[in-house]
């Protein structure tokens, strides 16, 4: 991964800039995570069984809360 950084005025780290298809690699990885995330929190309580349509509604409504 190619990346460079911003620095303040004491040389700390403050910004990364990525390539615009290894940020877009990244964000894709990062929403499959949070649906295997969100299965598992569903999958979790096996007494509740949810159906397969609440389970994406809850998804869906997750992504819309992240701006996705």
Do not use: C, W
């Not at 990525?18 to 999958?43: G, R």
């Amino acid at each position: 991964m190619k990346s460079e950084y911003i620095t303040d005025t004491n040389g700390r780290k403050i910004s990364v800039i990525l390539p615009i298809e290894e940020y877009e690699q990244m964000m894709k990885q990062l929403e499959e995570l949070e649906d295997i995330k969100a299965f598992d929190e569903a999958m979790k309580n096996e007494a509740e069984e949810i159906s397969v349509h609440d389970t994406f509604r809850e998804i869906e409504s997750i992504r819309h809360e992240l701006g996705r």
